[in-house]
């Protein structure tokens, strides 16, 4: 891994943190991030290479915005 590498991926995590700051994320908001990562793991293990982690990711966001966004309207409004 080359330094630019390493530069992207430490800008990406400033820029998320500071943005995750903002408000209280949803559970929407949340299953997107948690089910992106994930699918993105579980598509690079099953599949290889670019496509499979980056098809894994794709559907794990989907799956995980679907289920936060169920959670969401389940939840009691305060």
Known sequence: ??????????????????????SNP?????????????????????FGGTLGTVGGAAAGALIGHELGQDRDQRKPRR
Do not use: D, K, W, Y
């Open 1 to 22: 891994m080359n330094i630019r590498h390493v530069l992207m991926i430490g800008t990406c995590t400033a820029a998320f943190a500071l943005g995750g700051c903002a």
């Open 26 to 46: 949803t559970n929407s908001q949340i299953g997107t991030g948690v089910g992106a990562v994930v699918g993105g793991v579980a598509g690079n293990a099953v």
